[in-house]
């Protein structure tokens, strides 16, 4: 089954750089630390502190699968980067079609590519993506596949 190596943003062939991955994991960090912090720096008065504490527990085991989902999208990506960049064959990606859809309220594209080059068998997988002019059927972009398991992603 192939795997679109996820990019920085919705846009098709933006790769995360070290800035952003240290942003994504300076806000996991945070939504970590936020109960805590919040439960020691914040004065709260006596009668008070059991319902701030027990609030806090409650919100602090809520936020730890954020900042878990979080952490672990932003080490994924570099992972499947380093990989690529490491192991991926070049590739080109035919878009075959470019059907409207909306991907968490903006106008997108769903793409349906084929990939191929030397080292694999051709493939084809779909990709969702922001909308830009000029992504429709029958556009060749470059791309880099690990023909192991085709993890590919589009280098623009």
Known sequence: MPRYAQESSSRLGRRTGPVGRGVLYFLALFVWLAGPAILVFVPVPDEDRTVAVIVNVVVTLIMIPLGLLVWRT?????????????????????????????????VALELRLRLSGEGFEPFEATVRCSYEDGLEAGVRLNAKVDPSDQLFMIVR
């Open 74 to 106: 932003a080490s994924t990506a570099a992972v499947d980067q380093r990989r690529l960049d490491r192991a991926g064959v070049p590739a080109v990606a035919e878009i075959l079609s470019s059907d409207h859809t909306d991907l968490d309220g903006m």
